[in-house]
């Protein structure tokens, strides 16, 4: 059974996805006998009849049918050899690891992953959420690129672009007491009761909490198990507005209209940045997905 060649196998295939011989002649722009001649050899090598000639068009034999998907899977490895080899030549990246916050909204990366993956097949990519996070991601060689918000201390180490905007809500399950706040809810209302927030504790460089506004504070260090206990009940919190608009939407969380958030006289908007070292340039495909993350200038 030695000797099998590619061209067998491409024949092979082509014959049982087109129905004939004459019609993968032209598709491979060959002569019919060539065709013929070639799959006569792989049926000599293999010691099997492939193809039952007795009718108007050729069928594959039962044995056919059960040779056909390994004759598949070599002709897509050596597709994935050659592509995974000119990727190497065109120096691209083998890997490409990214980290992304959880405040901010990941369709973006979606869409762009998405296409990456068509685009270099060969290219192995590792997603990492966290929390909060810092530039520390970054400095260790954990990531190659981060998406992050731009609340966190950055300089001129980071080459960075904007890649969206994120917008904060509070909010309360409908039967908690500032649910029925009239109006603007005062800061003295938001103090009598238990806020969830998010503590630092994955970004030691982020000393103090930002936007506690109640007495009584319960600290979690990732935005599901807040938003799990917002909707138990237990507090009311601030969240991304990604992350909580089918809640409002479907009434399972209520929109909070606080008089004022960490200073200001509205709920903050955070502005995200795609970021990676200066020192650490970015290879071919880290630049590409650097580029179809960040907005167009305006």
């Known amino acids: 059974m030695s000797g099998i060649t590619l061209d067998q196998l491409r024949v092979f295939v082509t014959i049982a996805d087109l129905g004939s011989f004459a019609a993968t002649a032209r598709h491979l722009n060959r002569t019919q006998s060539s065709v013929t001649y070639t ?73 762009v992953l998405a296409v990456l993956a068509r685009k270099f097949p060969t290219v ?40 969206g905007q994120v917008r904060m809500c509070a909010v309360a399950r409908p039967d908690h007491p500032l649910a029925w706040f009239p109006g603007k809810i005062h800061i003295d209302a938001m103090h009598a009761h238990t806020q969830i927030i998010t503590s630092a504790r994955d970004a030691p460089t982020l000393q103090r909490n930002h936007a506690v506004q109640a007495l009584n504070y319960w600290k979690v260090n990732d935005l599901e198990t807040k938003l799990a206990m917002i909707l138990r009940g237990i507090g009311w919190g601030g969240m991304p507005e990604h992350m909580v608009a089918d809640h409002i939407r479907n009434r399972t969380l209520a929109l909070l209209d606080p008089e004022s958030w960490d200073g200001l006289n509205h709920m903050p908007v955070l502005d995200i940045v795609v970021a990676h070292r200066q020192d650490k340039p970015l290879g071919p495909v880290g630049q590409w997905i650097f580029d179809q993350l960040k907005d167009e200038p305006r």
């Open 124 to 163: 192995r990519v590792s997603l990492s959420t966290v929390t909060i996070q810092t530039t520390e991601v970054l400095d260790s060689g954990a990531s190659d690129l981060a998406i992050l918000p731009e609340f966190i201390p950055f300089g001129s180490d980071y080459a960075r672009a904007a890649c």
């Open 39 to 111: 799959i006569q050899k792989l049926e000599e090598q293999t010691n099997l009849e492939l193809f039952d000639r007795t009718a108007y068009r050729p069928t594959l034999t039962k044995a056919a049918h059960s040779l056909l998907p390994h004759a598949r899977k070599v002709m897509a490895d050596i597709s994935s050899y050659r592509q995974h080899a000119k990727g190497i030549a065109d120096g691209l990246e083998a890997s490409i690891t990214i980290t992304i916050s959880q405040f901010a909204s990941n369709a973006p990366l979606m869409d």
